[in-house]
């Protein structure tokens, strides 16, 4: 357990978004399901509110006071080729998971960022760059353990299991999900990056074009294949768009030129 004077507190409370990080009382490192149920014991004992963090990378507010249990370093990736189902346990990012299951020639329903962790983003839906061949990865979890707010460790049965794929965080800490996966033996990937002053008259004008063309170009466009608008600038007066394509080299430029 961390306190506010220990030299590691400041590293543990700091995920990847730096706007509004937690300042919690006293921060709990976890590294396994244990020492996450020790965790919100210590917090119902002393009556203090809690917050999970994985990576960090979602937009959370951050808390004053209170316990933070930092999943971060609770982070092992089990895959059953023969069942093709992975086991994830609380802080795993989709590296983590990815690492485990490509040597397999098979893959999680992930997001496009691989720093992201893999249960918050199963557990708020997740709709990820397969899934217009796949769906939701919140459809593709086959169990779910969680700590509740008892204290008590246990796979969330029918009604729990269905609230915490999309509830996220507001029923209990989960601890591991268990996930199926799919045969993705390649898949092709990137960004095309458009710039605004090349569509004149004007930006607005521009990025709306871009947009609509974007949204034909996806829906004329095989399952296999996945494209998307990126509203945030990476630099200014350009516009994003991620694209991906499982399928075999020869398929994948004309795709990709497609979706220009
Ligand atoms: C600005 C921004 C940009 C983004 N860009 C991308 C992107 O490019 N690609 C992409 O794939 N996704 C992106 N996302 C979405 C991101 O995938 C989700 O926000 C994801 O939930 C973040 O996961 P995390 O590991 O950072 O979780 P955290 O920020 O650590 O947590 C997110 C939420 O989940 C809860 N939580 C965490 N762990 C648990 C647990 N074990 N049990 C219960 N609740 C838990 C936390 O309490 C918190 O409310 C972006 C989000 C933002 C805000």
Redesign the pocket.
Known sequence: MLTRTSPEYDAARH???RRDPHRPEVIFPVTNATE?EEAVRYAIDHDKRI??????????RGIDGGVL?A?GAFNHVTVDPGKKTAWIE??A??RDVLAATAPYGLAPL????P??????????G?L?LMARRFGYAADHVRRIE?VTMDGVRRDAEADLFWA?RGG????????GIEVDLFDVPTLYGGSLYFDLAEHPPGAAAAASRVSSRSAKAASSCSRESASRL?L?LPAPGVRRR?VAWRGGTREAAPRARASR
């Open positions: 995920g990847f978004q996450v917050a999970v963090q994985a990576s960090g990378h979602g937009l959370t249990i999943t609380a802080g990012t989709w992930s997001g496009s960022s720093g992201v962790g893999a249960i918050p983003y199963t557990l708020g997740g990820g969680i915490t996220g965080g507001n029923f209990g800490v989960v601890t990126r945030a991620q």
